[in-house]
């Protein structure tokens, strides 16, 4: 309890020498409400926990690697195994030094406690050796070439706190102790955060940023209106026309944006209906909903022209269009074009006919096709989109009404397979493996994994795929299995892909300065949601101005 009490006092007494505080007020996630909860093996878990509270071994962006509490790692020749070099003369928030011991306890309880595995790495590991003061081996269950990149999202816990937790997945940890930079948390209400420096961070002269502010912002378009107030420093919101609604308030008031990963539409194969998860299984009825949207229309009406048209039927994102040969990128992409009229043909081959003449086709047996398309409400851009597919589709005669839930009744619905249709985005990856493992692999449709392959269609082929991926780093070799993937996928058509979520970034440049810019001077800020581990790195860079 001591050590406690002392950085607490070292924290409070470091504030009070503070002229003046620099804070950076972050919108990092919608939220109803906080929770003191920063449990980073739970999946509610405040969106300032990582990163933040538990810095990461390494952050792979795009070709760099910026090494964090690893300094280093190797591959064994097999690909069984990964040595990590741990960096010396980092503490905890509480003075306790950093060591292998709580890379290797950590990494334990992903193996040994599945249920704190919601990144699915402990499926890959075999054991954990400590080697030394400041290493660690992982022997892994199977050879896997991308081993460090998933090791990225592995969460280090101070093994001396949590050996004495007992029920881990209960805990709420409301008074963490982290390696991050802001491990202090100054104030917590309902509806506000604000997390200060750790003194014992191991960064202290690269860090002049000295708080992080968390304000409550329950939805996109509050968000809008607050950003355009300039209250918040650093947020990524769907802001339909940016230049007039946003940039034009303030030359200070600066955005980035680029194409994202793909915005696609799922479809429940487990449907409980029998009659209708026939329909969904069949590839004609899915070929069919593509071919009915326009998605230049639909990308213009539901997000202000703020996307692009998706490229790759399988979904892949446009800057990895060298992983795919042309004949290959071809084969299927009129399946993702507006063609309505082979549309109506293919739903009236499979007898999906409007019998009664209300305008909506009926199932083979006369019962009504009625299906809802779910999004979480607060998300303006999905909510939009997925009125305007409803409406679209209803022109070929498939009735789809457009249901807007809480995002934790979105995700509860897709895991129970309680859903006929739902539109959703994927994360991005330095490769394209990420997103094709996470939205195919069958491997990640149990209820604790997140919703991205909740469509529920099994081909072990496309896990083979997945897999031989993993045993090679020869960069040809895997642009012939990605090929192979794009393929597979396409053929099925197993999601709808829409367009290309523009990746928006808002920041301000009144407070701060320091953040990152191309060569010819335009931005190149990662967003500040929680998912991505590059915001660590922008925040590092930060200066307060009025410093300088």
């Given at each position: 309890?001591?050590?406690?009490?002392?950085?607490?006092?070292?924290?409070?007494?470091s504030?009070?020498?503070m002229?003046?505080?620099?804070?950076?007020?972050i919108i990092?996630?919608?939220?109803?409400?906080?929770v003191?909860?920063?449990n980073?093996?739970?999946?509610?878990?405040?969106?300032?926990?990582?990163d933040?509270?538990?810095?990461?071994?390494m952050?792979?962006?795009?070709?760099?690697?910026?090494?964090?509490?690893?300094?280093s790692?190797?591959?064994?020749?097999d690909?069984?195994?990964?040595?990590?070099?741990?960096?010396e003369g980092?503490?905890?928030?509480?003075?306790?030094?950093?060591?292998?011991?709580?890379v290797?306890?950590?990494?334990?309880?992903l193996?040994?406690?599945?249920?704190l595995d919601y990144?699915?790495?402990?499926?890959?590991?075999e054991r954990?050796?400590?080697?030394?003061?400041?290493?660690?081996?992982?022997?892994?269950?199977?050879?896997?070439a991308?081993?460090?990149?998933q090791?990225?999202?592995a969460i280090?816990v101070?093994?001396?706190q949590w050996?004495k937790v007992k029920?881990?997945r209960?805990?709420?940890?409301a008074?963490p102790?982290?390696?991050?930079?802001?491990t202090?948390?100054?104030a917590?209400?309902?509806?506000?955060?604000?997390?200060c420096r750790?003194p014992?961070?191991?960064?202290?002269?690269?860090?002049?940023?000295?708080?992080?502010?968390?304000?409550?912002?329950?939805?996109?378009?509050?968000?809008?209106?607050?950003?355009s107030?300039?209250?918040?420093?650093w947020?990524?919101?769907?802001?339909?026309?940016i230049?007039?609604?946003?940039?034009?308030?303030?030359p200070?008031?600066r955005?980035?944006?680029?194409?994202?990963?793909?915005v696609?539409?799922l479809f429940?194969?487990?449907?409980?209906n029998?009659?209708?998860?026939?329909?969904i299984q069949?590839v004609r009825?899915r070929?069919?909903?593509?071919?009915?949207l326009?998605?230049?229309?639909?990308i213009?009406?539901?997000?202000?022209?703020?996307?692009?048209?998706?490229?790759?039927a399988?979904?892949?994102?446009p800057?990895?269009e060298?992983?795919?040969?042309?004949s290959?990128?071809?084969?299927?992409?009129?399946?993702?074009?507006?063609h309505?009229k082979?549309?109506?043909r293919?739903?009236?081959?499979m007898?999906?006919v409007?019998?009664?003449?209300?305008?909506?086709?009926?199932?083979?047996?006369?019962?009504?096709?009625?299906?809802?398309?779910?999004s979480?409400?607060?998300?303006?851009?999905?909510?939009?989109a997925?009125n305007v597919?409803?409406e679209m589709l209803?022109?070929v005669?498939?009735?789809?009404?457009?249901?807007s839930?809480p995002f934790?009744?979105?995700?509860?619905?897709?895991?129970?397979?309680?859903?006929?249709?739902s539109?959703t985005?994927?994360?991005?990856?330095?490769?394209?493996?990420?997103?094709?493992?996470?939205?195919f692999?069958?491997?990640?449709q149990?209820?604790s994994d997140?919703r991205?392959?909740?469509h529920?269609?099994?081909?072990?082929g496309?896990d083979?795929?997945?897999?031989?991926?993993?045993?090679?780093?020869?960069?040809?070799?895997?642009?012939?299995?990605i090929?192979?993937?794009?393929l597979?996928?396409?053929k099925?058509?197993?999601?709808?892909?829409?367009y290309?979520k523009?990746e928006?970034?808002?920041?301000?440049?009144?407070?701060?300065?320091?953040?990152?810019?191309?060569?010819?001077?335009s931005?190149?800020?990662?967003?500040?949601?929680?998912?991505?581990?590059?915001?660590?790195?922008?925040?590092?860079?930060?200066?307060p101005i009025?410093?300088?």
């Amino acid at each position: 309890m001591l050590p406690r009490l002392l950085t607490l006092c070292l924290a409070l007494v470091s504030f009070a020498g503070m002229a003046t505080t620099h804070t950076l007020t972050i919108i990092p996630e919608l939220s109803n409400g906080f929770v003191q909860n920063y449990n980073p093996f739970r999946t509610d878990k405040l969106a300032t926990t990582r990163d933040f509270i538990f810095e990461p071994l390494m952050v792979f962006e795009d070709d760099i690697v910026h090494f964090r509490l690893a300094e280093s790692y190797s591959l064994s020749s097999d690909l069984k195994g990964i040595t990590l070099k741990l960096r010396e003369g980092i503490q905890w928030s509480d003075g306790t030094p950093f060591s292998a011991d709580d890379v290797k306890f950590s990494l334990s309880l992903l193996k040994n406690e599945p249920e704190l595995d919601y990144n699915s790495l402990g499926k890959w590991i075999e054991r954990v050796e400590k080697r030394g003061k400041n290493e660690v081996y992982v022997s892994l269950t199977n050879p896997n070439a991308q081993i460090a990149l998933q090791l990225q999202e592995a969460i280090i816990v101070p093994a001396h706190q949590w050996r004495k937790v007992k029920d881990k997945r209960y805990f709420l940890n409301a008074f963490p102790i982290g390696t991050g930079p802001f491990t202090y948390i100054k104030a917590f209400s309902s509806n506000n955060i604000v997390q200060c420096r750790n003194p014992y961070y191991w960064q202290q002269d690269e860090l002049n940023v000295d708080c992080i502010r968390y304000p409550q912002v329950r939805s996109n378009d509050e968000l809008i209106s607050r950003l355009s107030n300039g209250e918040f420093d650093w947020a990524s919101a769907f802001i339909p026309d940016i230049e007039r609604n946003y940039a034009s308030y303030s030359p200070d008031y600066r955005y980035d944006f680029k194409a994202s990963t793909i915005v696609s539409l799922l479809f429940n194969f487990d449907h409980p209906n029998p009659e209708t998860r026939k329909v969904i299984q069949d590839v004609r009825f899915r070929r069919a909903i593509s071919m009915s949207l326009a998605r230049e229309l639909l990308i213009d009406v539901a997000v202000f022209g703020q996307g692009e048209i998706a490229a790759f039927a399988s979904g892949l994102e446009p800057r990895f269009e060298d992983w795919i040969s042309p004949s290959a990128a071809e084969q299927h992409l009129y399946y993702i074009r507006f063609h309505p009229k082979a549309a109506n043909r293919l739903l009236d081959e499979m007898g999906l006919v409007d019998k009664d003449g209300d305008g909506f086709r009926e199932l083979p047996s006369g019962e009504p096709l009625s299906l809802s398309l779910i999004s979480p409400s607060g998300w303006s851009d999905f909510v939009s989109a997925a009125n305007v597919s409803a409406e679209m589709l209803s022109a070929v005669g498939i009735n789809v009404e457009s249901q807007s839930v809480p995002f934790s009744r979105y995700e509860q619905l897709m895991a129970k397979g309680s859903y006929d249709m739902s539109i959703t985005n994927y994360f991005s990856g330095s490769t394209p493996y990420r997103y094709l493992d996470s939205a195919f692999n069958s491997r990640n449709q149990t209820p604790s994994d997140p919703r991205f392959a909740k469509h529920y269609y099994r081909d072990e082929g496309i896990d083979k795929l997945l897999n031989d991926y993993l045993l090679t780093s020869d960069k040809k070799a895997q642009k012939a299995i990605i090929n192979q993937l794009h393929l597979r996928i396409s053929k099925q058509q197993i999601t709808v892909p829409l367009y290309y979520k523009l990746e928006t970034v808002e920041f301000t440049t009144s407070r701060f300065k320091g953040w990152r810019m191309q060569e010819d001077g335009s931005p190149n800020v990662p967003p500040i949601w929680y998912t991505e581990r590059a915001r660590l790195i922008q925040l590092l860079a930060l200066e307060p101005i009025d410093s300088l």
